[in-house]
């Protein structure tokens, strides 16, 4: 009964179409997902899809699990170990440490996020810098902005260091007004800042160069491809695009502040170009873990039922489906001949 009921539900979610034009084909899907199965397998020959999960959920648990409550995103509950150990769900309907599914897949192949040359935290800089600038706009004192037009925007980012460095982000303006990211008064918001922080510098190659991209030039395949070429691991070159487009997309507000997501192809019609990259490459990691029913019900439910947001679940289709071709593709590499 409850495989039928959930086989009519994955058939009504893939076969409904909306009136929005979809620049990312379906071939392309395929192609992408040959992509990433060749580079995984090439480098985890010997393991299996569902050893790799069992692996990253053991990261997620132990090294990251501990302090993400200090971050509000609205989750459901976690289940026992025992429960996770069996079904490989951390919770339901998801687990609040699930959204840093990504930052397990960095740590299964670089435990202590070395790059091989130095970096700063630009990353970090940028995200303190929008917010620090959205705030002074939502109080009267500085005029309506938008970021990702401002020529100067690079030397706006590196004269902002300073405010970032040793991975700390101050979030109080002159008259003590706050743009933390976070619970400031969680017991583990401290170690909250600090390992974002780290992320956000280990991401800071591979959001320089984004940077520096025209606007709309940017595809998904080439994205992947030069992250691998910065990060040398399919695991980390694929975790720290999530994280970039997570942080773009969530600045405060997407239309003064997001920048890097407008350098990304169009992968549909539609305005909300930063949800868009949010989604397709969160919902992508998930279907490539395994989660693709799980989150593609909840998606349908959220995003087509409850706020009727259709190229949002347009784009949760695309990469849920391709999240699936990946998963066929790792465990059969000859349907990418």
Not at 156 to 172: K, M, R, S
């Amino acid at each position: 009964m409850k495989t039928s009921f959930v086989v009519a539900l994955l058939t009504i979610m893939n076969s409904v179409t909306y009136a929005v034009d979809i620049y990312f084909g379906k071939d392309r899907e395929g192609n992408f997902a040959c992509q990433l199965a060749k580079s995984f397998k090439e480098a985890y020959p010997e393991k299996s899809l569902r050893r790799l999960k069992r692996e990253t959920l053991s990261i997620l648990r132990r090294d990251i699990k501990p302090y993400v409550n200090a971050h509000p995103i609205p989750a459901g509950f976690s289940l026992p170990k025992i429960v996770e150990a069996v079904t490989l769900i951390p919770g339901f309907p998801a687990s609040r440490s699930e959204y840093w599914i990504q930052n397990a897949f960095i740590l299964h192949a670089n435990p202590n996020l070395e790059l091989p040359f130095p970096t700063e935290n630009y990353f970090g800089s940028f995200i303190h810098l929008a917010r620090k600038r959205h705030l002074s706009f939502e109080k009267g004192t500085d005029p309506k902005f938008n970021l990702r037009k401002e020529k100067d925007l690079l030397e706006q980012i590196e004269n902002n260091l300073p405010n970032v460095a040793n991975y700390t982000f101050p979030h109080l303006d002159e008259n003590g007004n706050s743009f933390a990211i976070g619970k400031v008064d969680h017991p583990m918001y401290d170690e909250f800042v600090y390992e974002s922080g780290r992320y956000n510098e280990f991401a800071s190659p591979l959001f320089v160069w984004l940077l520096q991209q025209k606007d709309f030039s940017v595809s998904p395949e080439a994205l992947y491809k030069k992250s691998l070429e910065i990060y040398g691991n399919p695991l980390v070159a694929f975790g720290v695009i999530p994280w970039i487009f997570s942080g773009d997309a969530l600045t405060v507000d997407r239309g003064t502040s997001s920048v890097v997501s407008y350098k990304m192809e169009r992968l549909l019609e539609g305005g909300d170009i930063p949800g868009f990259q949010y989604h397709f490459w969160g919902y992508l990691i998930q279907s490539m873990m395994g989660n693709r029913f799980r989150v593609g019900a909840l998606a349908y439910i959220y995003e087509k039922l409850y706020q009727k947001d259709y190229p949002d679940w347009e784009v949760d289709k695309i990469a849920l489906r391709t999240g699936k071709k990946f998963r066929r593709a790792f465990r059969d590499l000859e349907r990418c001949q």
